[in-house]
């Protein structure tokens, strides 16, 4: 049996300092990913520092239209908030298709960005795996991979980012905000994501007792019009196989802006910039959809099981444009 603290903080500077000051310390809000993985030795802390009574969990408008988002706001508060569903759809339908209302009600938007993948080669500590345990081999490569990622793939890892609302937030440029104890700082959403390259445990730029403390989302005024559509094989409390989040901007039936990325098909949440670049200036028909989502696609690495994928997405990229289209002259 391995000895576990447990320490509350009441301040973000008393939790970084607590965190920091511990080689194995972490932080714990609503425990859904920390407490699965610590019970089953994938994760070792050896202190949880319990960040829930931070005042971080607040969604406040920002002057121009953007949202501040704290990162201890639950998930299914941050699904109702009228500003959310009015201005960023894909940010409220995302949350509200991932996991299940109990968990919704736990799960902070700060964890649900750290949450860690679903690989169950990574959640069975007698499996090699490069992620859990550098070096050891990836037992999805050639075992079971029907569900894991075509994008941003490396011979280390081909786990898939299992986050919903990451997704919307990556394509819309979402700001993470964090303090460490090395100060405050702000990463670009695409930027907080690292692909697995040669260093799978390495998922994201976070330093020891960096703690996210917002998210902010910049205006954009055509995702008052957007929609995240998620594919899976069970219509609730599952994964994606594949899920997009997409905004579009029509005039005079051609496409003058658009957001595009991906979920459940990348080893990041994936903006699809080819798909965006091949769009704009297009004319927004079924068969321009169509052409840039194969262009996006055209990067894919399949494996056996999971070249279905490709197809999936190419289709999923089709139907929320179409779906974002309907009632719309083209
Ligand atoms: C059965 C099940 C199904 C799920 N289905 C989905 C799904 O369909 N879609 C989806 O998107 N998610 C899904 N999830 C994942 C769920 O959304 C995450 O577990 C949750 O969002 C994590 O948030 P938390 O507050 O519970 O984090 P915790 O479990 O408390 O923490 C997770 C990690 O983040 C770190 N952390 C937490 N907060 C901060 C912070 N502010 N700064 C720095 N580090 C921090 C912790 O140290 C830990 O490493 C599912 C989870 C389960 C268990
Ligand atoms: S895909 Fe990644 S997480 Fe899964 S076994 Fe391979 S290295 Fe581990």
Redesign the pocket.
Known sequence: MRPLSYARADDPVAAIALVAAHAEGAFLAGGTTEVDLARQDVLRPLLLVDINHLPLDDVEDLPGGGLRIGALARMSDVARVPAVMDRFPMISQALVLGASAQLRNMASMGGNLCQR?R?G??RDVTSP????DPGSG????NGFHRG?AILGVSD????THPSDVAVALVALDAVVHTRGPGGERAIGIDDFFLLPGDT?DREHPLGHGELITAIEVPAVPMARRSVYLKFRDRQSYEFALASVAAAIHVEEGTVTGVRLALGGVGTKPWRARRAEAALFGQPASEDSFAEAAREELAQATPRPQNAFKVDLARRAIVRALNTLMDGEAR
């Open positions: 993948v690989c080669y990574f795996c490069n992620k859990r990836c037992g999805a490569m894991h280390q890892c081909i786990a799978p």
